[in-house]
Structures are given as structure tokens and as C-alpha cells.
């Protein structure tokens, strides 16, 4: 967990910078798809207001840190409105940190029509079903 958090908060930077910079690993094709099918799934379910839904993408870890489904709704809703309710929503290619985990980079655009892309640490559990494992935001076009 340490080293895949380390590996995301040194790719953050990169990710984040157009274009993006390329891996000199692939994701592989039927990766990338469950990996976008799963995160479109769970906006989706944001769209819906669908709880359970959203909350069932996400990892064992992110289900122990909010204990029930509308709590991690609620959190959505208040600190992630783009997630929540993306007017648009593009996917850059996904970024391996090895076998099990990988960073799917989301470009989105919020209600006012600013821009924003979402990071998104992926993790392949045990039943080979990935899942979400967090997200962080950053706006595009905005000074740091």
C-alpha cells in the first residue's frame, strides 16, 4: 500500500500535464476497458444517486474508511461535485504501477464548464475485479 501510494503521488505530476507522459509499460487493452467499465459504472451510479452502486466499485480499504455507503456518498457529493455530476468525461490511457494496480487518468468538466482531470489509483483484488481506490482532483488551467 505504501509503495503503490508513493508511486501515485510521484506520477501525480506528471499525469496531470498534457500530454501526458507514456509509459514505457502498457496497460493492456482488457485492462483498460474493466478499468473504464468500472469507472464509468460508478459515475454512473453517482448520476443516479445509487449508493450501494457507487460504493461497491470501491476497494476493501475505501469501504473500511467510510463504514457505509451513504457516508461515501455524501463525500462524493460534498468534495467531488465533478465526479458526482460531470457535465463531460474523457479517459487518457491508464498509467501500470505493476500487475495488480495502475492509475486511470480522467479528464472531466464540471457545471461551469471548467476543467478537471481525476486521477484514479486502481487496484485488481483477489477476485481479479478492479476497483477504485480513491481519486484525486486537480484542476486544469489553474495556477498552482
Known amino acids: 500500500m505504501r509503495r ?6 510521484l506520477l501525480a505530476p506528471l ?5 501526458l507522459v507514456a509509459s514505457a509499460q502498457a496497460v493492456s ?12 459504472a460508478q ?3 453517482f448520476r443516479k444517486d445509487d449508493a450501494a452502486r457507487a460504493f461497491s466499485y470501491a476497494t476493501n480499504n475505501i469501504r473500511l474508511t467510510f463504514v457505509t455507503a451513504e457516508n461515501f456518498m455524501e463525500m462524493v457529493r460534498t468534495q467531488y461535485a465533478v465526479v458526482y455530476r460531470p457535465r463531460s468525461v474523457a479517459f487518457d490511457a ?3 504501477i505493476d500487475d495488480d494496480e495502475l492509475v486511470q487518468p480522467v479528464r472531466l468538466t464540471d ?3 471548467r476543467n478537471w482531470v481525476a486521477l484514479y489509483p486502481m487496484q485488481r483484488g483477489s477476485d481479479g475485479v478492479w476497483r477504485t ?11 498552482t
Request: net charge neutral; with cysteine.
Open 15 to 19: 499525469l496531470a500535464m498534457r500530454p
Open 111 to 113: 457545471a461551469e464548464g
Open 29 to 40: 487493452r482488457e485492462d483498460a476497458a474493466a478499468v473504464r467499465k468500472v469507472i464509468e
Open 4 to 9: 503503490a501510494l508513493l508511486s501515485f503521488l
Open 133 to 143: 481506490n480513491g481519486c484525486q482532483l486537480r484542476r486544469l488551467g489553474q495556477e
Open 94 to 96: 491508464p498509467v501500470p
Open 43 to 45: 459515475i454512473d451510479a
